[in-house]
Structure formats: structure tokens, C-alpha cells
T-cell receptor, first 115, second 114 residues
Framework: DVKVTQSSRYLVKRTGEKVFLECVQDMDHENMFWYRQDPGLGLRLIYFSYDVKMKEKGDIPEGYSVSREKKERFSLILESASTNQTSMYLC??????????????FGSGTRLTVV | AQKITQTQPGMFVQEKEAVTLDCTYDTSDPSYGLFWYKQPSSGEMIFLIYQGSYDQQNATEGRYSLNFQKARKSANLVISASQLGDSAMYFCAMSPRGAQKLVFGQGTRLTINP
């Protein structure tokens, strides 16, 4: 069964800590994405990547960075966590060859709490 | 820029009734795709249905159908014969053709009552 795996389901971190959220996909997809989900705001795109070592800013990149050293792995980094980054983080992947109706495959999400 | 609007924060429906979840979108692109996703309490996003802007017929997938009204920029999801397992958050999303990223609406929380 193909999947996108996020390393942690729940995470609690302290303000100012450097936080790594890991995402791995086993579908050989070119594209990977990080979204955050907040009540009433839906999902908002943080960063995405079309290829290894390639990244592009989404709609809300401030306070975040990403790394994609291997095709299957896309990491989201909070350089200095703040309480306003408490949220649900969703990773997704898609293939460039089968766009549109096949959509994305999502991970189960990481619920991050910054205290 | 693309925008998706879901005006129903929450809906309560009796089991076995049909449900319509509203979605309107705004884009100047002539070519785009529209998606609906379901998110149960477990958190995972489940793909339900897709409609291309040039598709002549409304998309259907089992109990799900998409009521696509292009002139009104509307893409409502219709669930026939609702079941208790349909209780979840539902998100409408759009992607310009040729672009990979999705723009999501705010979501609608659907509760099916027995």
C-alpha cells in the first residue's frame, strides 16, 4: 500500500527550539508539499518542492524552511519555534505525470504544540 | 490569485438523507481542476472526487457527485444516502492546470445523526 509517512503524530516543543518535521513517501513522486491546517482557515501551503534540492515558497513561508536531499524525503524546519506555529502540519506528494484527477496523497499529519 | 470559499462551517444531517456541501471558487485561469477531500477525525486527507474545468459532464464517484456550474464558479459536493461514516471535515480545493499546488477552502464539518 503506497503511502506518505510523517515521523510524528503528536509533538510538543518549547518556544525557541529548532524543530524538524519529517515526511517520507514511497511512490517515487516528484512533488512534495507542506501545509498547515488551522480551524477556520483550511490548509495553507508553506513550501513545496518539484525535485531534489529544489524548493519554492508557498503562501505562508515565514518562520519555516525546508530540505529535500533525497527524492523520497521532504523535511520542514522551524528554525526557532513560536507559539503561533502551534498547528496541524500535513505533508503531501504527487506525480508530475499524473496530475489533476489523481490529486495528492497525504500523510496522517503531525499535531505540533509549542509551549 | 486563486481562492476557494466554503460558506458552511458546520452541517447536521439525518442519516440516509442527501447532503450538498457548497464550494465557490475564484480564478482567472481558463484551465483548472477542482477537488474534494474528506478528513475524518484520524486526520488523514482522503481524495473523493475530481472535476476538470473542460469536462463536459459532472463527475461522479459512487455516492459522491460534483455539481459543477462553471458560469457561477460553483463546485458543490453532493453525497447521496448519507451514512454515519460520512461524518468528517470536507475540503474543496482547486489547482490551476499545469501547476501542482492546491488551494483549499476553509472546510465544512459534516455531522450525520442516526
Amino acid at each position: 500500500d503506497v503511502k506518505v509517512t510523517q515521523s510524528s503524530r503528536y509533538l510538543v516543543k518549547r518556544t525557541g527550539e529548532k524543530v524538524f518535521l519529517e515526511c517520507v513517501q514511497d511512490m517515487d513522486h516528484e512533488n512534495m508539499f507542506w501545509y498547515r491546517q488551522d480551524p477556520g482557515l483550511g490548509l495553507r501551503l508553506i513550501y513545496f518542492s518539484y525535485d531534489v534540492k529544489m524548493k519554492e515558497k508557498g503562501d505562508i513561508p515565514e518562520g519555516y524552511s525546508v530540505s529535500r536531499e533525497k527524492k523520497e524525503r521532504f523535511s520542514l524546519i522551524l528554525e526557532s519555534a513560536s507559539t503561533n506555529q502551534t498547528s496541524m502540519y500535513l505533508c503531501a506528494s504527487s506525480t508530475s505525470l499524473m496530475t489533476g484527477r489523481y490529486g495528492y496523497t497525504f500523510g496522517s499529519g503531525t499535531r505540533l504544540t509549542v509551549v | 490569485a486563486q481562492k476557494i470559499t466554503q460558506t458552511q462551517p458546520g452541517m447536521f444531517v439525518q442519516e440516509k438523507e442527501a447532503v450538498t456541501l457548497d464550494c465557490t471558487y475564484d480564478t482567472s485561469d481558463p484551465s483548472y481542476g477542482l477537488f474534494w477531500y474528506k478528513q475524518p477525525s484520524s486526520g488523514e486527507m482522503i481524495f473523493l472526487i475530481y472535476q476538470g474545468s473542460y469536462d463536459q459532464q459532472n463527475a461522479t464517484e459512487g455516492r459522491y457527485s460534483l455539481n459543477f456550474q462553471k458560469a457561477r464558479k460553483s463546485a458543490n459536493l453532493v453525497i447521496s444516502a448519507s451514512q454515519l461514516g460520512d461524518s468528517a471535515m470536507y475540503f474543496c480545493a482547486m489547482s490551476p492546470r499545469g501547476a501542482q499546488k492546491l488551494v483549499f477552502g476553509q472546510g465544512t464539518r459534516l455531522t450525520i445523526n442516526p
